[in-house]
């Protein structure tokens, strides 16, 4: 029985959530749309199999062809990054960063991350994370003036604290990140180097950002943001740190692992190992850099003053508007965003001062500067007049219709 026939309501759930995707402008920067032959390798009865263990070694019979998959995975990620170690079995990102810190670290260690409303991430040591409850973690901040890592100041901490780890990689930091500085300095305080790039992995992929493979010990992304794959997570590591990361993979902070997504993680890597993935990188950049300009255009602030990355992020400084209601207003006009913290923020986390943009997944339709210019102005239109509802409307009568050109290659699903 086909899925509709089974369970019509979710069946119709699924529907309206891929009319919406189709009909919208998605610019949440940690989302994208993955190729229909990634869909295809998820929806698999790969998801019938337990596999505990690694392959070669598993605690379950029957594994030989699942081996095959989660080892054509591993090479691939190996080749793709440039790394000596893969482990593809994490659930999400979340779960990839927990295995780097339990395999890595004690419970209690210290480690140097970026202030989190600078742009880090939950589990960049936030108090209501695991990783701000089982370790300790000290801050580095953006320069004030420029908004940009400060390496030096990063080093004097470093220096002073002597961390077992220094952390970087972030969730909303809209420039180039230097890994070597990162490397350098890491070495001189004995530190383990780490960077997540979950962000940015498939700018890394395709070379149109530095790597930190070779600088940082231990690397560690999800599938699903720039890399274009399934929802999940991925490590990367020096031969020294495999079998600790492996180990605090599974057993440690993980059971069976999802082979249908696994396989999926391969389809992906495949993908971005094409040329045609370097263009789709740079296009998304060069997108992110048009839309960027025309909201600034516009007399918007951006957080460093701009991007060199697949996002940016708007302030609105303490007295202007939230980044909660500039999501919630640009959502009638069917643009979707997500509210960002902003260095120096005074707000809280719901509510917060800013709005991250991100171009990977309106990169993915095909649309670019042209396109990027229009949404820009939609958003400014949208900011500039947020109690009006009837411009709201209008814009999103024209952001379907530029949908509409743009299709997802989802056509057999609906
Ligand atoms: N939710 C992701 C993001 O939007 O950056 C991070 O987990």
Request: net charge negative.
């Amino acid at each position: 029985m086909s899925l509709r026939q089974t369970d019509p309501e979710i069946a119709d759930a699924i529907g309206r959530e891929l009319e919406r995707q189709q009909t919208g402008l998605e610019l949440i920067a940690s989302e994208n749309f993955t190729s229909p032959a990634v869909l295809q390798a998820m929806g698999t009865p790969l998801t019938n199999k337990y596999a505990e263990g690694y392959p070669g070694k598993r605690y379950y019979g029957g594994c030989e062809f699942i081996d095959q998959v989660e080892q054509l995975a591993i090479d691939r990620a190996r080749a793709l990054f440039g790394s000596e170690h893969a482990n593809v079995q994490p659930h999400s990102g979340s779960g990839a960063n927990m295995a780097v810190y339990f395999g890595l670290l004690d419970p209690g260690d210290r480690i140097l991350g970026l202030e989190l409303s600078d742009g880090g991430h939950l589990t960049h040591g936030s108090p209501v994370n695991f990783s701000g409850r089982f370790f300790e973690f000290l801050r580095y901040g953006l320069d004030p003036e420029t908004q940009r890592i400060d390496y030096d100041r990063v080093r004097e901490i470093a220096k002073r604290e002597r961390p077992r780890m220094i952390q970087c990689g972030y969730s909303a930091y809209p420039r180039e990140i230097d890994f070597e500085a990162f490397g350098s300095i890491a070495r001189e305080v004995d530190a383990i180097l780490f960077a997540d790039i979950a962000h940015i992995a498939g700018l890394i992929a395709a070379e149109v950002h530095p790597t930190p493979v070779g600088h940082a010990s231990v690397v560690a992304t999800t599938t699903h943001k720039t890399l274009r794959g399934p929802r999940g997570g991925l490590v990367l590591c020096d031969s020294e740190h495999a079998e600790a990361i492996d180990k605090a993979v599974f057993p440690h902070t993980q059971g069976g692992p999802l082979e249908h997504v696994i396989a999926a993680k391969a389809v992906a890597l495949h993908e971005a190992s094409q040329p045609e993935f370097r263009g789709y990188a740079e296009q998304i950049v060069s997108n992110a850099r048009a839309l960027a300009e025309s909201v600034a255009a516009r007399g918007f602030r951006l957080v460093s003053g701009g991007t060199d990355n697949h996002l940016f992020v708007i302030d609105f400084g303490e007295s202007g508007m939230s980044g909660l209601k500039a999501q919630r207003r640009l959502d009638r006009a069917g643009i979707t965003t997500s509210k960002s913290t902003v260095p120096g923020e005074t707000r809280s986390p719901w509510v917060t001062s800013g709005l991250r943009v991100g171009t990977p997944a309106v990169t993915t339709r095909g649309m670019k500067q042209d396109e990027m210019r229009r949404i820009g102005d939609w958003i400014a239109d949208v900011l500039e007049s947020p109690e009006d509802e009837e411009m709201q409307q209008q814009i999103r009568v024209q952001v379907e219709e530029l949908c509409r050109g743009f299709p997802l290659p989802y056509a057999d699903l609906g």
